[in-house]
C-alpha cells in the first residue's frame, strides 16, 4: 500500500523539564508509521510527520496523552486571564512559603548538620550522613518524588512487591554512585585545588538562579524562560532514552551528586582536604548512604501515589526548589560579601561595641549554633576579637566565618579564636559561615562614643528621685524551657510596660527571647550592651546567648526589667532570686548622675 505522508504540528501542554520532550521524542519515533518527531520543550510544540495509512493523529494524540501530556489547539492554549491569575497564586505562595521559613528561621535546622573532622573514621561519616538527610529531604525531595511516584505503573510488567519500590532503589544507587566517584575525583585534586569564599559564592549565586529557572519552568509560569534551561547534550540524552524506562531514576541519581547542597559541599570539602582519591571515594559513599534511608522510605511511599497526585506533588516540589534556590542566591551574595538585609527576617540581634584600652579595640562574642552576634567597632583602631566557641555549638556549617572585605577565613576550633584587623574606613562589613547560610555584619563608625542610644539615652527620672525608687518587680518570674540546645523565654507586653520583668536564663545557651506587643510600637534599651531594640506589635524575636546579668527598661516609661543568668536553670532557688533583686540597685546611666554606668 503505498504511504500517505502527512505532516502536523501540534501544541503540547504539560512539559515540565527537558525530559518531557526526550521522552515524546522518542516514543513517537519508536511508534510504526511515524517517520519524523521533533519535540519542542522551550516552545511546547511538536512536528510530525506520519503515514496515515498506518497511523491516524488521533492515535497519535491519544498516545502523548497517555504519557500524561494535554495535546490542544494553538489558539486553545490556557486563555491568558487564567494564566495570569494561576501565575499571580502561585508566586504569591512561593513568597509566602519564603517569608515564613526566612521569618521563623525554620531553615535553620539545616545548618546544624555535624561537622567532618580530619581522621574521622567512615562509621562516623555514615552517622553524619544519617542525621543530614532530612536536608537532603527537602533539597532533593522533588527530584526523588518525580523520579519514583511519577514512574509509569511498573508493576504492570513486574509482577512481585519488590517493583513498586524499584525505583526509589535504582534513583538512591544512582545517587551513591555519583557521590562515590565524585568523592573519588575531588580526593585526587585535593592536594592542588582550593576555592575562595568569592568564588564559592559565585557558584551558589549561579546555582540558585538555576534552581530558580528550573522551579519556575516546572510551573510553567513564564513560557520565555523555558530557553534559559540547562541541557544535557542529545548524545547522553538519547543513551538515557534508550535504557528501560524503569532505569531512568538511575541515571537521574547519577546526575543528582551535582545538585547543590550544603551538606554535600561540606563533604566534598572534607573529601578534598584527604588529598587522596580511594580515601575521598569511601568517605563521599559512607557519607551518601547514611542519607539513604530517609530517601529511600520517600520514594517507596511516592511509588504508591496515584496519578491524581502527580500534578500536586510536581508543583509542591516546584515551590520548594524555588524557595530553596532563592535562599541559595542569597547565601552567594552573602559569600561573595554582598550583604543583603531581607525585611522578612522577625528575628533582631544586639550588636555588641568594643571596648578601647591602648589604641587596641577589643571585642568578645560568643558562638551559637546558628547565629554570629553583630560587632560594631571604631575606625582607624586596631581590632582584636575574640570568638569563644564551645564544641557542641560548632557544626559543619558555622565552623568557618568568611570576611571577603577582609579577605579573611578563619577555622573555628573549641576555645578562644582570634580575629585580628585594622578598619579602615566606616560602613558595613557582611561577613558569613563557609556556605554563606549563616549571615551577620562588622558596623564600622567614625566614633565610639557618637553611637546612639548610648550617648543619647537616658531614662526619664523625675525630679529628686533616686534609683532607690525604682525597682524591678519580682511579683512574676518568666523561667526559660531549654529544647534541643536552646533556651526559650517569652514575655508580652503593651503600651506601657512588659511582663514579667523578671527573667531568669542559663547561662551560656543560645536564647531565644519571643516578646509578644500586644498594642502599637514601642523600645527596649539594653544597657549592658549599649543597645536599642524595636518592637512592633505582635511577635517579636531576639537573639543572644547570654553571660551575666544585665537590666533593661521600656523606653518612655519608668519600667525597668532585670535578667539573671544563673549556671543551671533545673536547680534554682526562686525565693533566693527574688530577694537578690528587690535589694539590688539599678545600675544604669542617668543624665547628671555621678554613679553613671553603662559597662
Known amino acids: 500500500m503505498e504511504r500517505r505522508m502527512i505532516t502536523k504540528k ?20 519508536n511508534t510504526k508509521g511515524i517517520m519524523l518527531a521533533k519535540v519542542s520543550y522551550s516552545t511546547g510544540e511538536i512536528d510530525v510527520a ?40 502561585l508566586l504569591m505562595i512561593i513568597f509566602s512559603v519564603y517569608i515564613i521559613l526566612n521569618h521563623f528561621n525554620l531553615l535553620s535546622v539545616f545548618n546544624n548538620f555535624p561537622e567532618a573532622k580530619a581522621g574521622m573514621g567512615y562509621g562516623v561519616l555514615f552517622i553524619i550522613g544519617l542525621l543530614t538527610s532530612v536536608h537532603c529531604i527537602g533539597m532533593c525531595g522533588g527530584i526523588n518524588l518525580s523520579q519514583c511516584a511519577l514512574q509509569p505503573s511498573i508493576s504492570d510488567k513486574d509482577k512481585g512487591r519488590l517493583s513498586i519500590i524499584r525505583s526509589s532503589f535504582l534513583y538512591n544507587s544512582g545517587r551513591v554512585a555519583s557521590y562515590t566517584i565524585i568523592g573519588g575525583i575531588v580526593g585526587a585534586l585535593g592536594s592542588v585545588v582550593s ?12 546555582a540558585g538562579v ?25 548524545i547522553f540524552s538519547s543513551k538515557i532514552m534508550e535504557q528501560k524506562k524503569s ?68 508543583t509542591t516540589s516546584a515551590i520548594l526548589v524555588v524557595v530553596l534556590g532563592i535562599f541559595m542566591f542569597n547565601s552567594g551574595m552573602g559569600l561573595s560579601g554582598l550583604a543583603i538585609t531581607s525585611y522578612a527576617d522577625g528575628n ?36 582584636k576579637w575574640i570568638i569563644k566557641a564551645d564544641e557542641a555549638n560548632i557544626n559543619g556549617c558555622n ?39 549563616i549571615r551577620s555584619t562588622i558596623t564600622v563608625v567614625d566614633d565610639l562614643d557618637s553611637i546612639e542610644p548610648a550617648a543619647s539615652y537616658s531614662p526619664d527620672i523625675p525630679v529628686n528621685t533616686t534609683l532607690n525608687d525604682f525597682q524591678v518587680s519580682t511579683d512574676k518570674v518568666a523561667i526559660s524551657i531549654i529544647e534541643d540546645g536552646r533556651q526559650y523565654v517569652e514575655t508580652s507586653m503593651d503600651d506601657v510596660k512588659l511582663e514579667p520583668v523578671l527573667i531568669i536564663m542559663q547561662r551560656g545557651l543560645e536564647t531565644i527571647w519571643t516578646i509578644n506587643k500586644t498594642e502599637g510600637d514601642g523600645s527596649l534599651m539594653f544597657f549592658l550592651y549599649n ?36 549556671d543551671d536553670i533545673s536547680s534554682i532557688d526562686i525565693d533566693a532570686i527574688r530577694l537578690e533583686i528587690q535589694n539590688h540597685v539599678l545600675d544604669i546611666p542617668i543624665e547628671g548622675s555621678e554613679e553613671q554606668s553603662c559597662h
Open 247 to 314: 532505569n531512568r531514576p538511575l541515571y537521574v541519581g547519577l546526575l543528582n551528586g551535582l545538585m547543590p547542597c550544603g551538606p554535600l559541599q561540606a563533604m566534598q570539602l572534607y573529601a578534598l582536604s584527604t588529598g587522596d582519591p580511594l580515601k575521598g571515594a569511601l568517605s563521599m559513599m559512607a557519607f551518601s548512604l547514611g542519607t539513604v534511608p530517609l530517601m529511600f522510605g520517600l520514594g517507596a511511599i511516592g511509588s504508591l501515589l496515584t496519578k491524581k497526585f502527580k500534578s500536586g506533588v510536581m
Open 399 to 437: 565552623n568557618r566565618i568568611v570576611i571577603p572585605k577582609l579577605n579573611q577565613e578563619i577555622r573555628l576550633v573549641p576555645g578562644d579564636n582570634i580575629i585580628e584587623f585594622t578598619p579602615t574606613e566606616s560602613g558595613v562589613i557582611p561577613f558569613s559561615c563557609w556556605m554563606g547560610m
Open 50 to 89: 506520519f503515514d496515515q495509512n498506518s497511523i491516524s493523529l488521533n492515535q497519535i494524540k491519544d498516545i502523548i496523552q497517555e504519557l500524561d501530556y494535554e495535546v490542544v489547539q494553538a489558539k486553545q492554549i490556557s486563555k491568558k486571564t487564567n494564566r495570569l491569575s494561576r501565575t499571580i497564586v
Open 210 to 234: 538555576f534552581m530558580v529557572i528550573m522551579g519556575l519552568n516546572i510551573l510553567n509560569l513564564f513560557p520565555s524562560l523555558r530557553r534559559l534551561n540547562m541541557r544535557m547534550p542529545k
Open 348 to 383: 533582631s540581634q544586639v550588636s555588641k561595641t568594643t571596648s578601647i584600652t591602648d589604641n587596641l579595640q577589643t571585642i568578645t562574642t560568643k558562638l551559637s549554633s546558628s547565629s554570629y552576634e553583630p560587632i560594631t567597632v571604631q575606625k582607624g583602631i586596631p581590632v
Open 531 to 566: 543597645a536599642r531594640i524595636d518592637v512592633k506589635e505582635g511577635e517579636n524575636q531576639i537573639r543572644f546567648t547570654p553571660s551575666i546579668d544585665f537590666e533593661f527598661s521600656v523606653i518612655d516609661t519608668n519600667s525597668y526589667g532585670f535578667v539573671k543568668v544563673v
Open 10 to 29: 501540534m501544541m503540547v501542554e504539560g512539559m515540565t523539564c527537558i525530559s518531557c520532550e526526550n521522552k515524546i521524542r522518542e516514543k513517537l519515533r
Open 195 to 206: 576555592f575562595s569564599g568569592t568564588a564559592r559564592g559565585a557558584v551558589q549565586i549561579l
